[in-house]
């Protein structure tokens, strides 16, 4: 099976504006994650989508948002970028609950905000 | 809220010792607890996980305990190899009902020295 991909893997853009980060899963797989991954925080849970219903959201503001489409690909937007915001953004796909099973992350999209 | 604490953030070991890596969670319904490896440039992958009803689990030269009342778990990896240099993060689940979500550590950097 093809692994977990994302898209863009590299985008750089300036404070204020918005941005789509997209997610395709491995075939058959329902949940998706997103995390954000700075240096020495981690990796810090965004929101997680099944059966293109948001089941679970972490504390980040209203301008994370995202959707799930029927074929389990997965989108992120981000708007009015901040500088904070520049961070390694990555996806994780899993056949069933994304808390509970192994996740299959990819290879993320990094986004640099300037 | 749900945090994970997990130390030590640098470990530095000789090429045939072992390496222990703690982690605290503090979401006392957390069932599931994963340990994810990140090697450099690379995606985070699994390389091994408990669930709350075990309290050790073997694969290897790697092994996870868990200590439910303490609310602490360790990754122990005997025999290191210049290869299991890397990051690596511990995770434990955190929710209610059936939507749970993956707290994660803020990671551990390991060299091992040949």
């Known amino acids: 099976k093809a692994g977990v991909t994302q898209t863009p893997r590299y985008l750089i853009k300036t404070r204020g504006q918005q941005v789509t980060l997209s997610c395709s899963p491995i075939?058959?797989?329902?949940?998706v994650s997103w995390y954000q991954q700075t240096p020495g925080q981690g990796l810090q849970f965004l929101f997680e989508?099944?059966?293109?219903?948001?089941?679970n959201k972490g504390n980040f503001p209203g301008r994370f948002s995202g959707r799930q489409f029927s074929n389990s690909r997965s989108e992120m937007n981000v708007s009015t970028l901040e500088l904070g915001d520049s961070a390694l953004y990555l996806c994780?796909?899993?056949?069933?609950?994304?808390?509970?099973?192994?996740?299959?992350f990819g290879p993320g999209t990094r986004l640099t905000v300037l | 809220g749900e945090n994970v604490e997990q130390h030590p953030s640098t470990l530095s070991v000789q090429e045939g010792d072992s390496a222990v890596i703690k982690c605290t969670y503090s979401?006392?319904?957390?069932?599931?607890f994963p340990w994810y490896k990140q090697e450099l440039g690379k995606r985070p992958q699994l390389i091994i996980d408990?669930?709350?009803?075990?309290g050790e689990k073997k694969d290897q030269r790697i092994a996870v305990t868990l200590n439910k009342t303490a609310k602490h778990f360790s990754l122990h990896i005997t025999e290191t190899q210049p290869e299991d240099s890397a990051v690596y993060f511990c995770?434990?689940?955190?929710?209610?009902?059936?939507?749970?979500?993956?707290?994660f550590g803020s990671g551990t950097r390991l060299l091992v020295r040949p």
């Open positions: 995770a434990a689940s955190s929710g209610v009902d059936s939507s749970y979500k993956l707290i």
């Open positions: 994780a796909s899993s056949p069933l609950a994304g808390g509970f099973n192994e996740q299959f």
């Open positions: 979401d006392s319904a957390s069932n599931y």
């Open positions: 075939s058959g797989h329902r949940s």
């Open positions: 408990i669930r709350s009803n075990v």
């Open positions: 989508y099944f059966s293109e219903t948001q089941r």
